[in-house]
């Protein structure tokens, strides 16, 4: 059974940074392109960030590059979001998300930890 299990998230102050993780178990990371998603409320879920699997530049929404970094440790089964210079607009739940494509599909998603930035 796989299971994706967000951790990290809670209160912080504008301008602040927080690690979100991602423990994956049941899937082999290194075959899966993993991404960050978040949403807002009455907002439609986003992609802030993806890392493939081939190991080409990760790619970021224009609202988080430079401030956002996604990683991965394939050992430990983990996937990474360091977020720096936090503001107020990044406050929603971000979610994990692991895809694979090849003759069959798979995609699986965390349920998400919530980010609320906030003075």
């Known amino acids: 059974q796989v299971q994706l299990v967000e951790s990290g998230g809670g209160l912080v102050q504008p301008g602040g940074s927080l690690r979100l993780s991602c423990a994956a178990s049941g899937l082999t990371l290194g075959i899966y392109d993993m991404s960050w998603y978040r949403q807002a409320p009455e907002k439609e879920r986003e992609l802030v960030a993806v890392?493939?699997?081939?190991?080409?530049?990760?790619n970021y929404a224009d609202s988080v590059k430079g401030r956002f970094t996604i990683s991965r440790d394939n050992t430990k089964n983990t996937v990474f979001l360091q977020m720096n210079s936090l503001k107020t607009e990044d406050t929603a739940v971000y979610y994990c998300?692991?895809?694979?494509?090849?003759?069959?599909?798979?995609?699986?998603w965390g349920q998400g930890t919530q980010v609320t930035v906030s003075s």
């Open positions: 890392d493939t699997s081939a190991g080409a530049s990760a």
């Open positions: 998300n692991a895809r694979f494509v090849g003759t069959r599909n798979y995609e699986y």
